[in-house]
């Protein structure tokens, strides 16, 4: 038979993340800051084999029947501390749900809270899948222009016109893909107009506590006021990504209807890898463990900036990342950034182009994403290098 | 700030299954027939946890990063090989897709085909999940009317001829809630309905391996001769339900747009319990397995029907399931139900109002479900001799 699929489920465009991993597979020596993955040294190995082998062993059945649906009640306490007693966030009318990754999240907020038609506000470049998700259930993704402090306030207002607007999504620290972050002032600016728009925030700090430079920025959500925040986190990227454990924490009736969404619609979330997360939460010093993965990526970051600054044209701009897993990188207008990519290939460097970023109405532009996690020191000294010589190339010293 | 969610977010009507769950939880002795969960009993634990001391302590990194989006490749291989030599199933412009259960499928799907005012035929009473599931998305779960061998033809043709039918929703072996199976002939008839009227077939099959009577009946995949059928299964009720591993097999292109949903919208899935289930799969005799599952059920089955038989009112109607975990019961037209069940709770016995499993358009019905897998068969003997009695007290003899 011939199906017809509706708009929103066919899939336009190419996928350029993908495309760099998938040609740079089948090359030796190829050097991929393509893979936007946390590093497998920091990943507390040791820690997790041996929350496996007590939490396998004690109470097997527990874990092997279908758990409760709201997910492991200690990992949600454990979950919930820390947000309102490190992070400040505020209890009144708030509600915590656990998420496969904070990758479940990015399709059950459109999902539950998003008419066909509606438009959320996000980076003009931004995580991918959060574009999709928005795109995916009718409503548009719209991208809204941005500057050395992220989304820009006049610009989001211009768009926030419309009146179809349902929220505004974005990554306050160390955005995905640009690496940056927003000042506090930004940060209320943009709030304002949310409650001037009757918008709500849907703040994704999955980078968050990743910090190596810089002073610690407030979160929209513990500057929350009128409770209009949705925030999302997740131990993908200080523990391990492949658990995928993540939450959402935010007004209880949206967090209550996202709950039953994902209770009707999502089925139940294994409860083996929360028991590990929560485990582990208890059995190491979480904090330790979180600035064990900044100084590596401290390290990382700033070998990939020293090794550009040594070798890259001055016509190109890198971002200066003070925390996460991001640079981003930009080329001149008159550049031809596909035969710079194809270039990049033939030399062996795997980067991302912005189109993959581009939410709607955004030109593919003239960025790539670098990531620095994933690579070792001498693979990163070595690919900048390369990257560097191509800028002086392409764009002159 | 006040939130105005889509109508198709706010979730209606009381949760019968959960009030079994809730008013029972607090009560000693307590026998509850509520709950659809496997038993205790047949779950593999020891050669589960050896799986698990395996994989987490061979090439740990591998399930601890991001893994790859459409899942373990060996799971796959190894369902695929089951679905295709051991059930059958067609193998051109097919394509499999591993899921998080059986249960995230019942969300993909239409998700991925509905739009909404679509409409959605199913059994009159069917799994509560897949009714929520596609409204959820605007979709019309439309309940149609069945007899003794599922759903009727007539009744799905009549309600077919509104053009908007997307697909058929079946679970054709030991149906949930009624135990029903639906014998070859009423399959050819559904499938030339479902060929005049372009419609496709999701063929909901968790419980198909778990057969204790009667004669296998060929799937609709198997039949499936202009591949219209979407078929899911789940290692759920055969191994473990806790590791949330099942699949969704089918013509290429519709799976190909639920795996690029999946993939943008609900994230990775964690790749240890896939490679738990697929090692388990390589280690143990699975037939053996399932024999196993079937003789537990297949006991207390007939223990439930038998202790019914004993105590129970002539006017009452079970069904007698030869597989699958639940049994059907009907009471007559006069009966207050409600008051049956009321009685049922403070005689310490937890069964499920049909109202639980009513599709759109349907009465919430003189009918309950009990479920014979989790409960010791003492409890099975003394909660049927309870529930027996009620009937004569509320049927006469």
Redesign the interface.
């Known amino acids: 038979?011939a199906?017809v699929?509706?708009e929103r489920?066919?899939?336009k465009g190419p996928n350029f993340i993908r495309d760099v991993f998938e040609r740079g597979a089948g090359i030796p020596g190829f050097i991929s800051f393509g893979i936007g993955?946390?590093a497998?040294e920091v990943?507390p190995?040791a820690e997790?084999?041996a929350a496996?082998?007590y939490i396998?062993?004690t109470n097997?059945?527990?874990?092997?029947?279908?758990?409760p649906m709201q997910g492991d009640a200690k990992l949600a306490e454990q979950t919930l501390h820390r947000l309102v007693h490190v992070h400040h966030m505020p209890t009144q009318n708030q509600q915590l749900l656990l998420s496969?990754?904070?990758?479940?999240d990015?399709?059950l907020v459109p999902?539950?809270?998003?008419?066909?038609g509606d438009e959320v506000y996000m980076d003009a470049y931004t995580f991918t899948?959060a574009i999709?998700?928005v795109r995916?259930v009718g409503a548009k993704a719209v991208g809204i222009p941005t500057d050395g402090d992220g989304m820009i306030p006049e610009a989001l207002e211009k768009a926030a016109k419309s009146g179809k607007g349902k929220y505004i999504y974005l990554i306050p620290n160390f955005q995905n893909p640009t690496g940056i972050t927003m000042p506090l002032e930004r940060r209320k600016a943009i709030y304002e107009i949310a409650?001037a728009y009757?918008l709500?925030i849907y703040e994704d700090d999955p980078y968050g506590e990743i910090r190596f430079g810089g002073e610690r920025v407030p979160t929209f959500k513990e500057m929350d006021t009128?409770?209009?925040v949705l925030y999302a986190g997740s131990y993908?990227k200080t523990i391990?990504?492949?658990?995928?454990v993540g939450f959402l924490y935010g007004?209880s009736?949206?967090i209550q209807?996202i709950q039953?969404?994902k209770?009707?619609?999502?089925?139940?979330?294994?409860?083996?890898?929360q028991r590990v997360v929560s485990h582990l939460l208890e059995h190491i010093d979480y904090d330790e463990q979180i600035q064990k993965v900044c100084k590596v990526y401290q390290e990382k970051c700033h070998v990939m900036l020293d090794t550009f600054r040594q070798y890259g044209s001055s016509k190109v701009h890198l971002t200066e990342p003070t925390g996460g897993m991001f640079i981003w990188m930009t080329l001149p207008d008159h550049v031809d950034c596909d035969a710079f990519f194809e270039e990049a290939i033939a030399r062996k460097v795997g980067i991302v182009k912005s189109g993959a970023f581009a939410a709607d109405g955004v030109p593919y532009g003239q960025h790539f994403r670098l990531s620095y996690t994933v690579p070792s020191l001498e693979d990163i000294r070595k690919g900048m290098q390369i990257i560097g010589e191509l800028t002086r190339e392409y764009c002159g010293d």
């Open positions: 038979m199906f699929l509706p489920s066919i899939s993955n946390p497998g990943v190995v997790i084999q496996f082998d396998v062993h097997p059945l527990e874990i092997l029947q279908y758990g496969i990754g904070a990758g479940q990015l399709g999902r539950t809270v998003c008419d066909a899948s999709n998700a995916s409650k009757d709500f009128d409770n209009r993908s391990s990504a492949g658990l995928r007004p009736e949206v209807a039953v969404m209770n009707n619609c999502d089925g139940q979330m294994p409860l083996v890898t």
